[in-house]
T-cell receptor, first 113, second 112 residues
């Protein structure tokens, strides 16, 4: 049963700490998305990779957020330093080039206190 | 500025009746539209999509209608079942980019 795997599922951290979220896309998928879900903004696209290359990270605060794909099986989203306003659910999704359908992981619920 | 709008935050329907979820968009460049369903503590799951060259797409109990002139699409679920209770997101994309722009979602409750 192919699925997108995200770790950790929950993270509570203190303001100022570094947070790393990991995502294993579905094998064979060549696009990876990072989304943030908040009550007020809904689902916001933070970053979008195609064949491991970043295509669009305009939704990401560059001063503290970074997204990478070290290899085809791992995508990471880092926040350093974290702030309370970063508290949200972060979703990773993967798909195929040319297919708009994206398959989502279960999300990482981040709480920054 | 929300390019994809779901103006009803919530909807309640009786089991067996039709559920109609609405979505409006402002960007005329959007050419592909999708509906996703989301249960609590899970990621969204793809439900059904429609290309701008069509005005209707049907998959079992789910039908999506697209009215390009009105920049409006709707998702019909008939008959509605309690398991359909979830948050439904409308999303749109333009061109080959396939970057999705999302609405804020409509929470559907189907009452037994």
């Amino acid at each position: 049963d192919a699925r997108v795997t995200q770790t950790p599922r929950h993270k509570v951290t203190e303001m100022g700490q570094e947070v790393t979220m990991r995502c294993q896309p579905i094998l064979g998928h060549n696009t990876v998305f990072w989304y943030r879900q908040t009550m007020m903004q809904g689902l916001e696209l933070l970053a979008y990779f195609r064949n491991r290359a970043p295509l669009d990270d305009s939704g990401m605060p560059k001063d503290r957020f970074s997204a990478e794909m070290p290899d085809a099986t791992l995508a990471t989203l880092k926040i350093q330093p974290s702030e309370p306003r970063d508290s949200a659910v972060y979703f990773c999704a993967s798909g195929f080039v040319g297919g708009a359908e994206a398959f989502f992981g279960q999300g990482t619920r981040l709480t920054v206190v | 500025d929300q390019q994809v709008k779901q103006n009803s935050p919530s909807l309640s329907v009786q089991e067996g009746r039709i559920s109609i979820l609405n979505c409006d968009y402002t960007n005329s460049m959007f050419d592909y539209f999708l509906w996703y369903k989301k249960y609590p503590a899970e990621g969204p799951t793809f439900l059904i999509s429609i290309s701008s060259i069509k005005d209707k797409n049907e998959d079992g109990r789910f039908t999506v209608f697209l009215n390009k002139s009105a920049k409006h699409l709707s998702l019909h679920i008939v008959p509605s079942q309690p398991g359909d209770s979830a948050v439904y997101f409308c999303a749109a994309s333009a061109g080959n980019n396939r970057k999705l722009i999302w609405g804020l979602g409509t929470s559907l409750a189907v009452n037994p």
